[in-house]
């Protein structure tokens, strides 16, 4: 069965900087896909940013961007010019390409905080 | 504006009774998860469908949980009976078999509470 492991509970930045969020993965699987999730006090789950397994390149949306190291199986966020909005709950998650739409395999989660 | 809707947002209850909540997925999406999220264990898939019909339940405590979908626009689960155990916010998120990246989009969630 896949795993999905966040080793950061929490981080904290100063507005403006730059933080890197971890994540590994393990999977018998060639073709999937990973996510980050945000999820802001109101509980509502919101995609940052996505990647397919069999794209090399790193995913970019905006300030957000991957490190996709698949041999690794590392899976990393890093948040450039944080923004106090920035704050909240970061979930990574894996799911299997083969099947469809299938369910995510979520991680354990980091609480981000951003000082002002 | 596309977006999953679920009902009720906040459900306080007593151990012992039934709890149904409900979920609108986005017109023309064939598949609907249901997920649970609690401090403990985080974020868990409970269950699916694709085009109503259940894909996976394996994450559903099967005694005393049930999901269903009556027509693609309803998506029901039931906890009879409830125990202060299932308190968690129970999150439905649909997507489309069909689409590239599998994306899942999200309700808002129910917060439940049993006392």
């Known amino acids: 069965a896949q795993t999905v492991t966040q080793s950061q509970p929490e981080m904290s930045v100063q507005e403006a900087e730059t933080v890197t969020l971890s994540c590994t993965y393990d999977t018998s699987e060639s073709d999937y896909y990973l996510f980050w999730y945000k999820q802001p006090p109101s509980r509502q789950m919101i995609l940052v940013i996505r990647?397919?397994?069999?794209?090399?390149q790193n995913a970019t949306e905006n300030r957000f961007s991957v490190n996709f190291q698949k041999a690794a199986k590392s899976f990393s966020l890093k948040i450039s010019d944080s923004q106090l909005g920035d704050a909240a709950m970061y979930f990574c998650a894996y799911c299997w390409s083969g099947g469809g739409a299938d369910g995510l395999t979520f991680g354990k989660g980091t609480h981000l905080i951003i000082q002002p | 504006d596309a977006r999953v809707t679920q009902t009720p947002r906040h459900k306080v209850t007593e151990m012992g009774q039934e709890v149904t909540m409900r979920c609108q997925p986005i017109l023309g999406h064939n598949t609907v998860f249901w997920y649970r999220q609690t401090m403990m264990q985080g974020l868990e898939l409970l269950a699916y469908f694709r085009n109503r019909a259940p894909l996976d339940d394996s994450g559903m405590p099967k005694d005393r949980f049930s999901a269903e979908m009556p027509d693609a626009t309803l998506a029901t689960l039931k906890i009879q009976p409830s125990e202060p155990r299932d308190s968690a916010v129970y999150f439905c998120?649909?997507?489309?078999?069909?689409?590239?990246?599998?994306?899942?989009?999200f309700g808002p969630g129910t917060r439940l509470t049993v006392l």
């Open positions: 990647q397919e397994a069999y794209k090399q």
């Open positions: 998120a649909s997507g489309n078999s069909g689409q590239v990246y599998n994306e899942q989009f």
